[in-house]
């Protein structure tokens, strides 16, 4: 059964910096893409970004909103993704979701596998 | 950035109905596009990927179409399981999502 398990989201003031773990089990994590998605709340979805497997590289893309502020990483070995959060904001307030993306494409994909959530929630 | 525009925000529909939610993309995005479902307080499920592919494990009332910019997600017969708020997702570009779509009871 594929889990992915998300940690270490809390409270913390604008400015400081995060560290997300996204636990994974249940398939082959090396052979995934993996994305992060978040959802401030009340409102909808927004991808924050992905890492691609090492066959495509182990490179990353960000949304906008988060690109150089934000670094997403991967322990194959663990089957561990991480979400990096630097200067944070108010608006970085979120539950964040860690997905499976793609197995079979360089570029993100659609996600089938969602992990429960962790709040984010930057205030001071 | 693909923008996607869901419509409508909200829809009040009763057990039985058919229900059917557009999504229309700023630019041609082919065929790559998603359909999920959330519950409050609950992580979103995939439903429909690549337009029109059922998801293993998704019920066969829901389905979708369409390409290019303009797609349908279409709940054949609305069960109580099914009020929740739909997303479309394009990916055919670094993602985006529409932005929801509340489907409440009537």
């Known amino acids: 059964e594929v889990q992915l398990v998300e940690s270490g989201g809390g409270l913390v003031q604008p400015g400081r910096s995060l560290r997300l773990s996204c636990t994974a089990s249940?398939?082959?994590?090396?052979?995934?893409?993996m994305s992060w998605v978040r959802q401030a709340p009340g409102k909808g979805l927004e991808w924050v970004g992905f890492?691609?497997?090492?066959?495509?590289?182990?490179?990353?893309e960000y949304a906008a909103s988060v690109k150089g502020r934000f670094t997403i990483s991967r322990d194959d070995s663990k089957s561990i993704a991480y979400l990096q959060m630097n200067s944070l904001k108010t608006e970085d307030t979120a539950v964040y979701y860690c997905?499976?993306?793609?197995?079979?494409?360089?570029?993100?994909?659609?996600?089938?596998?969602w992990g429960q959530g962790t709040l984010v929630t930057v205030s001071s | 950035d693909i923008q996607m525009t869901q419509s409508p925000s909200t829809l009040s529909a009763s057990v039985g109905d058919r229900v059917t939610i557009t999504c229309r993309a700023s630019?041609?995005?082919?065929?790559?596009l998603a359909w999920y479902q959330q519950k409050p307080g609950k992580a979103p499920k995939l439903l429909i990927y690549k337009a029109s592919s059922l998801e293993s494990g998704v019920p066969s009332r829901f389905s979708g179409s369409g390409s290019g910019t303009e797609f349908t997600l279409t709940i054949s017969s609305l069960q109580p399981d099914d009020f929740a708020t739909y997303y479309c997702?394009?990916?055919?570009?670094?993602?985006?999502f529409g932005q929801g779509t509340k489907v409440e009871i009537k």
């Open positions: 997905t499976r993306d793609s197995m079979y494409s360089s570029s993100s994909d659609f996600f089938d596998y």
């Open positions: 630019q041609s995005i082919s065929s790559w």
């Open positions: 890492i691609r497997s090492k066959a495509y590289g182990g490179t990353t």
């Open positions: 249940g398939f082959t994590f090396g052979d995934y893409a």
């Open positions: 997702q394009q990916y055919n570009s670094l993602p985006t």
